[in-house]
């Protein structure tokens, strides 16, 4: 199974400004998404999106792609809208896309193999790892196919198979308030 894995870090966050390349144990939230992505066996490719000129610089240094989301994708709420915008840039050929959140500093060690290994094995469209008590999502996995029919239509959404796998909220941290930030580094100080 080919794999293309997809970083959004998108810059104009209101609720915590600059969240992606904010320092969680000394590094920025996009690169803990990038380093758990290269350790996965399943991922051929990953592209971080952004309109951030530092968050794009740090891809580059890091070896891997960079691209620049138009302004229309920049401004969208849609998650949807960048995977059309990145899936539409890349050379070649894929079986599934994972999605890893730029600004989830905290996710398991192994959380994208297993959920390669889930997609591959199962008779499934997707795979999720949510923590239900913060409302985090640590990464997900669609089939290439499943993704192209929820891009060209949203209530495909409604008709796919998924497996969820549910994490406590020590195992998964998604930056989306200064409470967030502040868990974050306590659980990577441990």
């Known amino acids: 199974m080919k794999c293309l894995a997809i970083v959004p870090a ?7 400004p600059g969240k ?13 998404a990038i380093d758990a992505l290269k ?24 070896g891997v792609t960079a691209h620049r989301y138009a302004p229309h994708v920049a401004k ?7 995977c059309d915008a990145i899936t539409r840039c890349v050379q070649g050929t894929f079986d599934a896309v994972i999605l890893a959140y730029a600004c989830v500093p905290v996710r398991p060690d192994g959380l994208f193999d297993m959920l390669c290994d889930t997609l591959n094995c199962e008779d499934i469209d997707s795979a999720a790892a949510l923590c239900y008590d913060n409302r ?18 949203r209530d495909v959404k409604q008709s796919y198979i ?12 998604e930056i989306d308030t200064i409470e967030d930030v502040q868990w974050a580094n306590t659980l990577l100080a441990m």
């Open 10 to 16: 998108r810059a104009n966050s209101s609720r915590v």
């Open 136 to 153: 985090s999502c640590g990464g997900s996995i669609y089939t290439w196919d499943i993704l192209q029919k929820i891009i060209a239509d």
């Open 20 to 32: 992606n390349i904010m320092r969680f144990a000394g590094k920025p939230s996009v690169l803990h």
């Open 76 to 82: 969208s709420d849609d998650l949807y809208d960048v």
């Open 39 to 62: 350790t996965c066996q399943w991922v051929d490719e990953i592209v971080v999106g952004s309109d951030s000129d530092e968050t794009l610089a740090l891809a580059t240094r890091h």
């Open 162 to 173: 998924t497996t969820l796998y549910e994490y406590r909220r020590d195992e998964i941290v």
